[in-house]
Nanobody, 119 residues
Framework: QVQLVESGGGLVQDGGSLRVSCAAL????????MGWYRQAPGKQRELVAD???????NYVESVKGRFTISRDSAKNTVYLQMNSLKPEDTAVYYC?????????????WGQGTQVTVSS
């Protein structure tokens, strides 16, 4: 059984910083693309950033220069460092990972962690 366990998040003031983490647990043969999505109230879930197994990264335009995604392959963990946070970054942040476990390859989602930026 594979699961993604998120940590971090919380409440921060405008301009502050937070880091969220996501660890992939279970029998994992290969950890492919990992990423973070977010969903604000009344809005669709959107990709914030992702990172390949080779370290290539991709960011949504609105977070470029402020957020940094990274991964620790030894720990099967992906991080999202969020700096210069704005109230519009307020959302539930979800970890996503493309994982091969045995002969099965599929997408997994974390439970979500709330990030709230106060003005």
């Amino acid at each position: 059984q594979v699961q993604l366990v998120e940590s971090g998040g919380g409440l921060v003031q405008d301009g502050g910083s937070l880091r969220v983490s996501c660890a992939a647990l279970g029998i994992i043969s290969r950890l492919n693309v990992m990423g973070w999505y977010r969903q604000a109230p009344g809005k669709q879930r959107e990709l914030v950033a992702d990172i390949t197994s080779g370290g290539s990264t991709n960011y949504v335009e609105s977070v470029k220069g402020r957020f940094t995604i990274s991964r620790d392959s030894a720990k099967n963990t992906v991080y999202l460092q969020m700096n210069s946070l704005k109230p519009e970054d307020t959302a539930v942040y979800y970890c996503n990972a493309d994982i091969t476990s045995g002969w099965v390859r599929r997408d997994y989602w974390g439970q979500g962690t709330q990030v709230t930026v106060s003005s």
